[in-house]
């Protein structure tokens, strides 16, 4: 049975068609590098900030969410909430006039995070950020786009269309791969990071429209919240109730999520940074940050909510009825796949090649909590709406591989092609660069998935590839932004160092159930991290730790450099020109993390 | 009401770059654009389709297209107001920009 029906089919039909539009209507405007890499940097602060939210939900964290409060509970909300909001307000109060206050020599403004560690640090620091930076950007890319495909793949959407055009099974994951990235592709080259920002707008009003229905229904059908709680395992929508099963306390949980986690996305990823740096002045670019957190805020009832839905409904089973019809027997079979029985509720189990269920080194069932929200999505939205839940959940996806391009094109025209290849390159040229850029990034992405469909454990590899370039990065760039003396010695060796703790860390700890390889303990297994997620905490907390220190020691024994050099590139302290009380952004700040809590004290 | 900022938008990217370099597209009117649509689809899909329990059945009998449809139609609308009004101030500052220099 197709699960599409025509009038979904018509929706995602102009869903894309929309998408191609903010490309080609954006096209005639883009003249110089300046235009297509940072967007003219002529944005408004409401388009940023949404953007940047847009962009923070992009990507896995669609499917990560819905996971989230599947595995955990509503404690996946204080993950997300409490988490990420503290790092977005400290990027929007301290670093981002920072960032986008910095200037080269020549008085020309910093386009990219390596391109800021060059003119702080030094060259070899900034050849190495850029180098990594490409890496991850576009690895995780391609895991979003594998992720993608097999979120289309458990829709059956492109089923009809493999069919007809004679595609082997696997042809199926593979259309749903390339279509995507080709319409990604497409945009970016037309409309450059401008038409990914505005996509990044259309995308967020369609995630709200698409996933707004499913929680109402969702609590109608179950009965509100009390009947909610009645259908869920006990304590899930109790706060810090699941912390058990992550294995730390709330508290750690939150420090640990905020300061690390959120740290390294909010205030050290390019991938969102490069929103807030198209702003139009200091003040949209300090504005974005704190729009995307008000906005934020609210967004784990729609995310999370619906991973709690999918336990809420029984699981399907294979059953047979049999009616009599006028004297005739009719059996009737409802199949239903092994892995999908063995699940809990909604989430069905991950299935190996034969579609079994696959089961842990201790015997349990695992479970693809990925899934969770796409299953959701179809038992909840009637044809029509579903075209437009589908749209919002593809919009993220896409979006996510967007942002990953868009930015990587910028940092290899800036902090490759300009600063190492052709130092004397024409305006032309950059432009030219950023654009085959983004072309050979959609390639080396869309490798990267097709690695992904054969060594399906790539997808958990996504967190210890942001540990091993994002957690040792915020603390180059805190220390960088705020502390004078960091040299660029410190600054290159903090890198390092924190790299290789990384892969320490990972190869000598293994999360409970878990066998040894991508998961972690391929040196040796000294200790069990009890979750995935508190593995990842822990390699992450670490890397910034020994990061942090040694950048701090190798800084203190080498020589520093001059005031002057240095002017522009740290946080000056503001000639106090307004107490706090008076600066309407530090209200709006605090208005946002009493909001962040009082969220999280709903469910206490 | 689509119809119609799409033709500004075309008339924009006439006189585009060439006058004044950079981005001119205000990005609501795409938004607007896109909900007006599907709001009026979804909608009128649901109107024709009230009767039909069992299409229903996933949103606990509430037909869910029509009023949620109703909802991103008057969503939309919003959206082009805000947006064609953005976009006119735009064209103003662009037209004064030039005569200032």
Known sequence: MPILASADWLILLIYGFFVLSAGLSLAPSIATSGDYLVAGRKQPSWLCGVALAGAGVGSLDVLAMGAAGARYGVTGISLFALGSIPAMLFAALVLMPVFYGAKSAEGAPVRSIPEYLGLRFDQKTRALNAALFLAMALFS???????????????HVFDDLADRLNLPPTGVLLLSMALPALLVLVYLLLGGLAAAMYNQLLQFS???????PVVLVGLKRAGGWSGLKASVPAGFLHLGAGSHSLGIGAVGLMLGAGIVLGGGTWCADFRLLQLAMAAKNAASARRAPLIAAAVRVFLPLLL???????????????????????????????????AVEAGQGLVPAKADANGQPVKSADGQVVLDYALAMPKVLVAFLPSGLLGLGLAALLAC????????????????????????????ASDKQILHAGRWAA??????????????????????????????????????????????????????AGLIAGMAATLLHHGTALPRGAQPGLHGGWIAVLHHPVSDLAMGLGTAAFAFAVSLLVTIVVSVCTKARSDTELTGLLRSPEPAKAAWWKQSEVIAAAIILLAAIAVNLIFL | MARKAKTDLTAKSAIGPAANAGIHVDARIAVGMFFTLTGTILAAFGFSTRDRMDTYARSAGIDANLWWGLALLVFGIVMLAFGRRGQMKMEKDRAAAPARR
């Open chain 1, 439 to 492: 072309v050979g990034g959609a390639l080396l992405a869309f490798g990267a998935a097709c690695a992904a469909t054969r060594v399906s454990d790539l997808l958990d590899a996504v967190v210890l590839v942001f540990a091993l370039v994002n957690a040792p990065l915020f603390a180059t760039l805190l220390l960088g932004a705020l502390w004078k003396r960091a040299t660029g010695h410190g600054a290159f």
């Open chain 1, 304 to 338: 999370i909510l619906p991973g709690l839905f999918a336990l809420s409904l029984p699981t399907p089973r294979t059953t047979i009825v049999i009616h009599n019809d006028n004297g005739a027997i009719y059996h009737e079979i409802t199949v239903v796949p092994p």
């Open chain 1, 397 to 424: 996806l896409m979006s996510g591989v967007a942002a990953s391009l868009a930015a990587s094109n910028t940092v290899f025209a800036c902090d490759i092609y300009q600063a190492f290849l052709k130092k004397d």
């Open chain 1, 141 to 155: 890319a391609g895991i979003a786009l594998y992720a993608m495909a097999r979120v289309i793949a458990a829709l």
């Open chain 1, 206 to 212: 369609v995630l709200v429209a698409g996933l707004l």
